[in-house]
T-cell receptor, first 115, second 112 residues
Framework: DSGVTQTPKHLITATGQRVTLRCSPR?????VYWYQQSLDQGLQFLIQ???????AKGNILERFSAQQFPDLHSELNLSSLELGDSALYFC??????????????FGNGTRLTVT | AQSVTQLDSQVPVFEEAPVELRCNYS??????LFWYVQYPNQGLQLLLK??????LVKGINGFEAEFNKSQTSFHLRKPSVHISDTAEYFC??????????FGEGTQLTVNP
């Protein structure tokens, strides 16, 4: 058990809809990362937050947004969903920001299916 | 920015055989290297990491990796694999101030 909790585990929704994925980081970790894993694109970094502030942005679409709350949990919002958004979305956390503070601890992911 | 290339997408081996999963990286500055493992329906778990010091790094479950700066490689090895090692393995790299970059993954399948 990594200590990172993601909910829900599975989500099935229709195109055009909006969903929210939730992540609770490991106790004591201040950084939260979101990754998208799909068969054709592998593991893609989406966005990172550190202690409530956005710190790095990756290949995140404009239809997607995220935030980290004062209690350090994070939410990833996906809107105007398309079939191609179907993927496994992982949250990871770490104590700090840099590699010296790695490793990243990963949750078990949320599997999103858009029909 | 750094990049990571895993040279084999699939590696089938027999139980108790040795295995090597290959990873090359590119970076213009000092790099930190990691191997993660992903079992079916689970998140990624850190196997080992190289930050500095000895180039031979030992990890969990009997795995080890060697950092080779001249060849820009960080290959993962295990002298004798078990059925339970069947999983997807990801090599990753990070530099100070940048995010972790993953390779495409290598599916290791251990057959009886």
């Amino acid at each position: 058990d990594s200590g990172v909790t993601q909910t829900p585990k599975h989500l099935i929704t229709a195109t055009g809809q909006r969903v929210t994925l939730r992540c609770s980081p490991r106790s004591g970790d201040l950084s939260v990362y979101w990754y998208q894993q799909s068969l054709d694109q592998g593991l893609q970094f989406l966005i990172q937050y550190y202690n409530g502030e956005e710190r790095a942005k990756g290949n995140i679409l404009e239809r997607f947004s995220a935030q980290q709350f004062p209690d350090l949990h994070s939410e990833l919002n996906l809107s105007s969903l398309e079939l191609g958004d179907s993927a496994l979305y992982f949250c990871a956390s770490s104590v700090g920001q840099g590699p010296e503070n790695s490793p990243l601890h990963f949750g078990n992911g949320t599997r999103l299916t858009v029909t | 920015a750094q990049s990571v290339t895993q040279l084999d997408s699939q590696v089938p081996v027999f139980e108790e055989a040795p295995v090597e999963l290959r990873c090359n990286y590119s970076s213009s500055v000092s790099v930190y290297l990691f191997w993660y493992v992903q079992y079916p329906n689970q998140g990624l778990q850190l196997l080992l990491k190289y930050l500095s010091g000895s180039t031979l790094v030992k990890g969990i479950n009997g795995f080890e990796a060697e950092f080779n700066k001249s060849q820009t490689s960080f290959h993962l090895r295990k002298p004798s694999v078990h059925i339970s090692d069947t999983a997807e393995y990801f090599c990753a790299a990070q530099t100070s101030g940048s995010r972790l970059t993953f390779g495409e993954g290598t599916q290791l399948t251990v057959n009886p």
